[in-house]
């Protein structure tokens, strides 16, 4: 087996985004596209001549052929080994433990992942660095200054690896080993959680859950942990076989994309826990019978529930949220006593944070939610650490929620997505606000007056790295936020994301409908950034 050079030129759109490289399946089916991305990462790394890759995906249209290139270039590379989950799969928070557990180099995972799949749909590709996590932005930015110069490519003239018999495989010097992609996940929730008590719950007679898998990489993790190891019922894993374009279904856990499960919850039938993960399965949300709790709020209760379950029963060292997540884990770290670092959006951000024993929990609004057991946000973690709650509170979640609220208070959130708008427009809208951020300070609106407004920059607690330019933020003297950015991880236009959030703790007020109580605050984003005249959008695409 020969090690060839390839010639190549550079492709200039492989910046990665809030979560790797996502482009079209056709662009990365270019002539070189996926191998020139590869070896950027490799010219981007040192030291890695025969140590350990991890490499799977979400099992997505373009996965295997990716992978088949991906292990060539590895061999031709100088790795000693690729660890590959069988048939090409590793959920994103399973590669992130494949790669703690056995101390691996780093890994390569393939996933757009809640975007959907299919030959005219999304691929994606990151770089996960030994800790597991997504690598910094010092690392992506060398990938990126490494795709503007590359001029060549190794790879190897090789048969294919046969991807789904587990075991070991010799591609050149280098070995390939099939691996359950499951087992190593599954064996780490059942140490983290009080799997007696959620059995006993599960096989009670009294108590249902339903999980949508939504046809993605967290179908095989769900059916063995709550059907084989849990003992839920046969069927309580919906849509559990990951397929290469996800049914023709748009994999991401929100009110609008998993509306069969949403409306089972509110049916005469409706089980008391549902749940639903997203494409690579690190994605959650969290509902009760005819209630949906908000990712936001869903890390904080599991932040204020830590104490019963036993994986966490020891104490949380601190606690982070990314900047537009709402600040109901602030109120929550505050009774704890514990720090709350506030984050620019990226998972990659808490990486840091988690290495450093500075925080155990850490959150997003964008339905992620995740620990310091692995260095990715963690789907099914999220659904398991509730279940956990709910086999010890022995209350609805609807209660345990409104109970959350009547403690702590309730700070009402909305996400308000304007998507597939040009990005000039997109552009020329986050200029214009950035530039009156110093005019909007102490500006009155109403019975909203701006107390700061500002763009968000974030010095890294622990390397004092600073991130700038990472949204723009309204802060209303009462509390109340909106916050604007475009989305990083789009691929097709831009997509304008608008936060809304205001602290509420008039007990009576407690459960309005978020829409109507900010209706305010939703006019007051609208109006004060101008979003009509800059996207010709007078409503949302998306609220959640
Ligand atoms: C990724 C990142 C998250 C981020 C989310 C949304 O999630 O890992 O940290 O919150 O994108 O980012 P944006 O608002 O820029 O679209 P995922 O699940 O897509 O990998």
Request: net charge negative.
């Amino acid at each position: 087996m020969e090690i060839q050079t390839i010639n190549t030129t550079p492709f200039d759109d492989q910046r990665p985004g809030t979560s790797g490289l996502r482009k079209k399946v056709k662009v990365f089916q270019a002539p070189h596209y996926l191998a020139n991305f590869v070896q950027s990462i490799f010219n981007a790394l040192e030291g890695y001549q025969g140590k350990t890759l991890v490499v799977g995906g979400d099992g997505r249209y373009y996965n295997r052929e990716a992978l088949q290139i991906i292990l060539k270039m590895a061999a031709a590379n100088g790795f000693g080994k690729v660890m590959v989950g069988c048939g090409g799969i590793l959920s994103t928070p399973a590669a992130s433990c494949v790669i703690r557990k056995y101390k691996t180099f780093g890994g390569i995972i393939l996933s757009a992942s809640h975007n959907p799949g299919g030959p005219d749909d999304d691929f994606g590709i990151k770089y996960n660095t030994c800790n597991g996590g997504p690598a910094p932005e010092k690392i992506t930015e060398a990938i990126y200054s490494q795709s503007r110069e590359i001029a060549e490519y190794l790879t190897m003239e090789a048969a294919d690896i046969d991807l789904d018999t587990i075991g070991m495989q010799q591609l050149g010097n280098m070995s390939v080993e099939i691996i359950d992609p499951v087992s190593d996940y599954a064996d780490m929730m059942e140490q983290l959680f009080d799997f007696d008590a959620m059995r006993a719950l599960l096989t009670s007679g009294t108590f249902t859950m339903r999980f949508d898998a939504m046809n993605a990489v967290t179908g095989p993790y769900a059916q063995e942990i709550l059907e084989k190891r849990l003992g839920a019922a046969a069927g309580t894993v919906l849509r559990g076989e990951p397929l290469a374009d996800f049914g023709g279904a748009h994999p991401d856990p929100n009110l609008v994309h998993a509306k069969e499960l949403v409306a089972s919850m509110s049916s005469n039938d409706a089980p008391d826990f549902g749940a639903a993960s997203d494409g690579d399965g690190d994605r959650n949300m969290i509902l009760g019978r005819d209630f949906y709790v908000t990712p936001s709020d869903s890390l904080a209760i599991i932040a204020a529930n830590a104490a019963h379950v036993s994986g966490y029963a020891q104490g949380l060292a601190g606690v982070a949220r990314s900047m537009p997540t709402s600040q109901a884990i602030d109120r929550v770290a505050a009774a704890l006593g514990i720090d709350c670092y506030e984050t620019p959006t990226g998972w990659k951000f808490f990486g840091n944070l988690l290495d450093a024993g500075k925080i155990t929990l850490c959150g997003e609004e964008s339905f992620g939610t995740g620990s310091n057991h692995v260095r990715e946000k963690d789907g099914l973690w999220a659904v398991l650490f509730w279940l956990n709650i709910l086999a010890v509170r022995k209350q609805p979640v609807a209660d345990i929620v409104h109970e959350h609220w009547q403690q702590y208070g309730r700070d009402v959130y909305t996400r308000h997505d304007y998507e597939g708008i040009a990005t000039e427009g997109a552009n020329a809208l986050m200029q214009q606000l950035r530039a009156r951020t110093g005019e909007l300070s102490g500006q009155s609106f109403g019975d909203y007056t701006v107390e700061l407004a500002d763009d968000f920059s974030y010095t890294d607690a622990v390397d004092n790295s600073v991130s700038s330019n990472q949204g723009i933020r309204i802060l209303f003297d009462n509390g109340a936020r909106i916050v604007y950015r475009l989305s990083g991880t789009g691929t097709e236009g831009a997509t304008l994301r608008v936060y809304i959030e205001q602290p509420e703790t008039n007990p009576d007020k407690l459960e309005q409908d978020p829409q109507v109580s900010l209706a305010e605050l939703i006019r007051l984003s609208s109006t004060i950034a101008e979003i009509e005249k800059f996207t010709g959008r007078t409503a949302a695409d998306v609220i959640t």
